[in-house]
């Protein structure tokens, strides 16, 4: 499942083709993705201006000129490609319309500049082969309260997140670091791989009980560095393709290959001076890489 770095990519990707663009028509090929589309999805788009377009943990959020939000989540497969229009509604790019599967576009929306000159006339496909994602829409004021992000924790690349307020989130729990890392009420958007090597960077075992980096305020503050410096990494290089994830324009993101851990099971660490291999443990039915000999 893409985790923050690739959907920030795919946001940043598509927010020149929406932002101050409206919809001019879109097209809705089933009536479900994970879940059902809302009643009247199509027709509460259409002809509205795009105002902003954010990312909240895992989820785009296209801002309407209506005052709704249309929240996007990519599931496991799901990605969108942009096929430029000309001024008469051709395609620019048109040897890339078809790089996916066409049975598997489900979402079709054609983007037009509220001002000429002043963007480019697009359609964004959205293509989903294991329809696991899903699309709504959710008055803008009703957003922090909407059960998808009413129980949600902080961002990671925010203000929020510091060495005290890590400590405060860990005080007490007995729950394991890598498990406390990846609830989603606590810390929204970190995923396993980012975790593992945010691990790997602070030299932190995973299975040590949080409570005690937050009796540790120097561990707390090295691991919110690397949490922070991990994820803008990934975002650098495009997020990590290890199976579906493309960045909007199509292109594979490459954070993969700059793993310390995830999926090196077996082959030697990378800490300087370390004569450990990274083993593979499994926590909550998910795989854990990290380095036995230098994590601690």
């Not at 105002?51 to 801002?63: A, C, E």
């Not at 000429?116 to 293509?127: E, H």
């Not at 922090?144 to 925010?158: N, Q, S």
Request: proline share 5%; charged share 20%.
């Amino acid at each position: 499942m893409p985790e923050l770095p690739e959907v920030e990519t795919v946001k940043t990707g598509l927010a020149p083709y929406f932002e101050n663009a409206t919809f001019s028509e879109v097209e809705v090929r089933r009536p479900n993705l994970r879940f059902p589309f809302p009643e009247n999805f199509r027709e509460n788009i259409l002809g509205k201006q795009v105002t902003n377009m954010g990312r909240r943990s895992k989820y785009l959020l296209v801002d309407l000129s209506s005052g709704d939000v249309l929240v996007m989540h990519l599931g496991m497969s799901g990605s969108f490609r942009i096929i430029e229009l000309d001024s008469s509604g051709k395609p620019v790019n048109d040897a890339d319309e078809h790089s996916k599967l066409p049975q598997h576009d489900h979402v079709v929306f054609h983007l037009t500049p509220v001002k000429a000159g002043q963007g480019t006339p697009a359609k964004v496909i959205y293509n989903d082969p294991r329809r696991f994602g899903f699309m709504t829409l959710i008055p803008r004021e009703a957003l922090e309260t909407h059960a998808l992000f009413a129980k949600m924790g902080i961002e990671p690349l925010g203000n929020q997140l510091s060495g005290p307020f890590l400590q405060s989130l860990f005080s007490g729990k007995k729950s394991n670091l890598k498990s406390s890392l990846l609830n989603q009420q606590l810390i929204a958007g970190l995923g396993n791989i980012y975790v593992c090597e945010a691990l790997w960077r602070s030299k932190l075992d995973p299975q040590r009980a949080s409570s005690t980096v937050a009796d540790n305020a120097e561990q707390a503050e090295v691991l919110v560095a690397n949490i922070r410096a991990v994820l803008q990494d990934a975002i650098a290089a495009g997020g990590s393709t290890l199976k579906d994830h493309v960045q909007a324009d199509g292109s594979l993101g490459y954070f993969q290959h700059s793993f310390a851990v995830y999926g090196r099971e077996g082959e030697a660490c990378r800490t300087e001076g370390c004569t450990g291999q990274v083993a593979r443990i499994v926590q909550s039915g998910r795989s854990t890489f990290y380095c036995p000999e230098c994590q601690h």
